[in-house]
């Protein structure tokens, strides 16, 4: 009989940090309500004690940590958008990054994020008359995230709540050893789902470099 393993959520996650310091899994995080933002993030308004609730908010404030270092499964880059009707370019809640594409080589624009909105420090103005095109870091939910990533959240928020609640420094440094090999899993999915090139290749482009085989054929 096969053994179906489901990938992580926020209860199971939440489990494996108290699991990692020594203490007892809980069945429910609380009463969970869906945010009125609707960003696919998720409330939970009452939890079954503070330090369920402590080390719930370590697992969301890691989440975001390391999603806004720009991964390939939250990051999109040359996506056109129009502002809205009073010139503005309003940024969602769940954007962590908005940055106009290939900005480096446009010099007469430089934008920034300021009062929710994109201002322009050239022109000092948050007002825009025609659309630009974006690369945009966005925050997921922690059950969105890949699963290899999400190894990586989970040992990086136990080395946290190890350093928090527990005095004992050499659970740390173990703790410290288990993020930096869940790192590297991490980095190497990254790295396989973006298909990354030292030459740079830009997406609708198509490149095939020499292989050796083809000397061989001859």
Request: hydrophobic share 35%; with cysteine; net charge negative.
């Amino acid at each position: 009989m096969t053994t179906q393993i489901a990938t992580d959520t926020e209860l199971s996650a939440v489990n494996s940090i108290l699991g990692s310091i020594g203490q007892s899994p809980v069945t429910t995080l609380g009463t969970v309500t869906t945010d009125a933002t609707n960003t696919g993030q998720e409330i939970v308004n009452t939890f079954a004690n503070p330090q369920i609730a402590l080390i719930h908010n370590l697992l969301m404030e890691v989440t975001k940590d390391v999603q806004n270092q720009g991964w390939h499964f939250n990051k999109e880059d040359d996506v056109k958008v129009s502002p809205d009707d009073n010139g503005n370019f309003i940024i969602p809640n769940n954007y962590l990054r908005y940055d106009i594409h290939d900005g480096l080589y446009d010099r007469n624009r430089d934008v920034v994020r300021k009062n929710g909105k994109l201002y322009d420090n050239v022109l000092h103005t948050d007002v825009f008359t025609q659309d630009f095109y974006f690369d945009i870091t966005y925050l997921l939910a922690f059950n969105d995230v890949p699963p290899a990533i999400q190894r990586y959240i989970i040992a990086r928020a136990s080395v946290r709540a190890a350093t928090q609640l527990v005095s004992n420094a050499d659970l740390v440094k173990l703790l410290q050893l288990e993020e930096a090999q869940t790192r590297a899993t991490a980095l190497e999915y990254d790295c396989e789902q973006g298909d990354h090139t030292f030459f740079g290749f830009p997406h609708g482009s198509n490149y095939r470099s020499y292989q050796p085989y083809k000397a061989l054929i001859r």
